[in-house]
């Protein structure tokens, strides 16, 4: 199945247009993209010539043996005392009979 398809001249330059457009922003993509691997071989370079001191790096290592537990504060209970006194009433359940 084909189809066709009428293309006004104006929507045709309009793509013509975006298709330079694009163009050019690869171009530009392409060449940063060749400057930062210029610049990744510079560093690799330059991280060739470094040494460390002493001629051996010590790599920092955890020396506890357990892993730091911060301590909680015992809870303590606190009791409200009252001035004054209240009598409850007991509440008694008679049994049916």
Do not use: W
């Not at 060449?31 to 071989?41: P, R, S, V």
């Amino acid at each position: 199945m084909f189809g066709l398809k009428l293309v006004k001249s104006k929507d045709y330059c309009d793509l013509a247009s975006q298709v330079k457009l694009l163009q050019g922003l690869v171009a530009n993509k392409d060449t940063e993209i060749t400057l930062l691997h210029g610049e990744i071989a510079e560093l690799k370079k330059v991280l060739a010539t470094l040494e460390t001191p002493n001629g051996s790096a010590e790599l920092l290592t955890d020396v506890a043996e357990t892993p730091l537990v911060a301590e909680k504060p015992k809870r303590t209970r606190v009791t409200k005392k009252t001035t004054t006194s209240t009598t409850r009433k007991k509440v008694v359940k008679k049994s049916e009979e």
